[in-house]
């Protein structure tokens, strides 16, 4: 029961004593004073929690708190991971990770063309869904063939010439060591086309986006599959970024967690 819940029923007695013996003598008042006193001093530690932030719950989450990211940070890796060393080691692609974004930012030089990589961690997910009726399960073959990284991951691709206007986009999915383009789009103006503000976002909703990838004559689309293995578009890219979303997932997990813990501690 809250301190505010109890205060209530307290003084609700004190309240009903005090109109109906308002006439009474000293013995009386004296009573009265007895029964309204654990109220007051029920309120006034009430008030005095409420002024600090501190509920009776507060404790046992901050604790709770405390015991799952003790148990994430023992879980984690303690250095940088193999995969993200080996993927900088080829120095290739830049990566940008800002700590408490959503979104990661590939980037690379390639001639004259810079070519950027944007993609979501809010793509994960946590839980597999059901791909089997339910109380049955995947037979001992299928389960040992499933892909480590079988969800899908939303990717934008945006490439840009040094004195040249116009940016060309690709919007894509990755999945299973595979980038599934879904279209193509030109801009005439490559901010329109780059940039990452709301403004620019409303501009974009006017364009034409291009027509869907899979409707495009076969031998077009295998040129496009060359333009983008070129230029390091491949399956060791599409394997790599699921996998660093995870890790990138996981890190942003444990700074959740801490941050909710001193908060609730505060």
């Avoid at 409420?50 to 799952?68: F, I, N, P």
């Avoid at 003790?70 to 991971?81: N, Q, T």
């Avoid at 080829?90 to 944007?118: H, P």
């Avoid at 409303?202 to 899979?214: E, I, M, S, V």
Wanted: proline share 4%; aromatic share 10%.
């Amino acid at each position: 029961m809250s301190a505010i819940r109890a205060l209530r029923q307290l003084a609700l007695p004190s309240s009903r004593v005090l109109a109906s013996r308002a006439a009474a003598g000293t013995a009386a008042r004296s009573i009265l004073a007895a029964r309204i006193a654990p109220a007051i001093a029920s309120r006034a530690f009430s008030v005095s929690a409420r002024r600090l932030g501190e509920g009776t719950s507060d404790v046992a989450l901050a604790q709770r708190l405390g015991e799952e990211l003790k148990y994430e940070i023992e879980a984690a890796a303690p250095s940088e991971p193999e995969f993200l060393k080996a993927f900088k080691a080829q120095g290739t692609w830049a990566v940008e990770d800002t700590a408490g974004a959503d979104e990661v930012t590939l980037s690379r030089k390639f001639g004259n063309e810079d070519i950027r990589l944007i993609f979501s961690i809010a793509d994960i997910q946590t839980e597999q869904e059901a791909e089997f009726e339910e109380g049955e399960e995947p037979a001992e073959s299928e389960e040992s063939e499933q892909p480590l990284h079988s969800y899908p991951i939303r990717c934008s691709f945006s490439f840009t010439k040094g004195g040249t206007p116009g940016a060309l986009t690709i919007d894509a999915m990755c999945q299973e060591g595979t980038f599934v383009i879904d279209n193509i789009s030109y801009y005439n103006d490559a901010k329109v086309g780059t940039e990452l503000t709301a403004e620019a976002d409303w501009k974009r909703r006017g364009y034409y986006l291009g027509p869907q990838f899979d409707t495009l004559d076969v031998s077009l689309q295998d040129e496009f599959d060359k333009f983008l293995q070129e230029r390091g578009i491949n399956q060791t890219l599409a394997y790599f970024v699921p996998e660093y979303a995870e890790y990138k997932e996981q890190k942003e997990y444990v700074r959740w967690l801490k941050n909710v813990k001193d908060f609730v501690e505060v």
